[in-house]
């Protein structure tokens, strides 16, 4: 497909446009910060802040908020565009379609025709869910907006607790939803294998060997089984710190980027809007990357504890 | 010169890694869109095993930053 200039012209202004509301915020925070703000150059805290504290290590963090603010807003969006199903969809309910119909077709090519249909829910959800909180926690306003040590009135040198978070950018989310995979990976390996079938899978040998060579096989494929298992181990550690690194090091970049410049404080009033600019572009790939990673993934692990042998792939 | 070594150290090992990782994720990259020159009708199943192998590469780094500590 070939898009001309007019055609690239109309899908990049929309996201010019964006981009510059994203950043716009940042010149009134640049503007109250005062000269205290070299106290804002260490970053944002590697865990969420807690809001709301019940006690007994219950609480109600920044990022549990975004959680639902997000998981709220798709649910009702899915809602409203599936109300009233058209034969020829249009708007929200076309867009629902498009989306899901592109996972399931992209996901087929994957994993096979068979483990489409029982394990689409999982992966759908999950791309969805990181995609669209990867998204909002790049809205101005996730992390700079909350409290701090004041000077006078409304004036903050340095928000300590932020209201919202990127949801990503707290290992526990990341951590649960691993987890979670975790659990439905052991599930489906189960139902697919039979337990015996995947104490096999895991530490049987693999490849037609005969007599002596056969023994040695035993020997060798126990040994790299227990290898596997421990790599099987490992994955949930590597999904959580993979997804987490990726977007809390995006969002102490792009603060880093928006207080390059601290004197004089005309030019950081200039420059702190416009230095990121560049880095939310590259944020947004990361966000999309991110999801479709992380699905990629999780796809795949289940694809190789899943995958028979004598069938071939189909 | 060894007092100066000794104020690099630090978190060289973390930027090491960084260089390795950046190296292979350009490595793949690279492959990739020569693989996709070759047979643009494979980009899909190309696309697939590109981000699979760039997880997988970028994923030291993060590891040698939680190690660090």
Request: glycine share 10%.
């Amino acid at each position: 497909m070939i898009i001309t200039f007019k055609q690239l012209r109309r899908l990049v202004m929309p996201l010019m446009a964006s981009a510059i509301c994203f950043a716009l915020p940042a010149i009134s925070s640049a503007a109250e910060a005062g000269e205290q703000a070299e106290k804002a150059e260490h970053g944002i805290s590697l865990h969420a802040v807690k809001l709301v504290e019940f006690g007994h290590g219950f609480a109600i963090t920044n990022s549990m908020v975004v959680t639902w603010i997000v998981a709220l807003g798709i649910i009702i969006f899915a809602r409203i565009a599936t109300r009233n199903i058209q034969d020829v969809p249009e708007g929200a309910q076309n867009f629902w379609e498009w989306l899901v119909e592109g996972l399931y077709t992209f996901l087929e090519g994957v994993i096979g025709h068979h483990l489409v249909r029982k394990t689409f829910w999982f992966f759908a959800t999950i791309f969805i869910f990181i995609l669209f909180t990867n998204w909002f926690g790049l809205i101005p306003g996730v992390g700079t907006l909350g409290w701090g040590p004041g000077e006078g009135s409304l004036s903050i040198a340095h928000v300590d607790k932020p209201l919202l978070r990127g949801v990503n950018a707290d290992l526990n989310m990341t951590f649960a939803m691993a987890i979670i995979f975790f659990a439905c990976w052991i599930v489906w390996a189960l139902q697919e294998n039979g337990p015996g079938g995947f104490i096999l899978h895991i530490f049987g040998p693999k490849g037609n060997t005969t007599g002596l060579l056969k023994v040695l096989m035993i020997v060798v494929f126990l040994i790299v089984g227990v290898l596997e298992v421990v790599s099987i181990l490992f994955r949930p550690v590597s999904l959580s710190f993979r997804l987490f690194g990726n977007v809390y090091a995006g969002e102490n970049m792009l603060e880093a980027m928006a207080t390059l410049i601290q004197n004089p404080p005309w030019l950081r009033m200039v420059t702190s809007p416009l230095i990121p600019i560049p880095f939310y572009f590259l944020e947004l790939l990361v966000g999309i990357v991110q999801a479709l990673v992380f699905m990629l993934l999780t796809a795949v692990f289940t694809l190789l504890i899943c995958q028979h042998e004598e069938k071939g792939h189909h | 010169m060894a007092p100066l070594l000794a104020e690099i150290g630090g978190n060289i090992h973390i930027g090491l890694a960084a260089l390795g990782a950046a190296l292979g994720v350009g490595f793949i990259g690279m492959k990739a869109s020569e693989a996709v020159g070759r047979n643009p009708g494979a980009a899909t199943q190309i696309l697939v095993q590109a981000i699979l192998s760039t997880a997988f590469a970028e994923g030291i780094v993060f590891f040698a930053i939680y190690l660090a500590h």
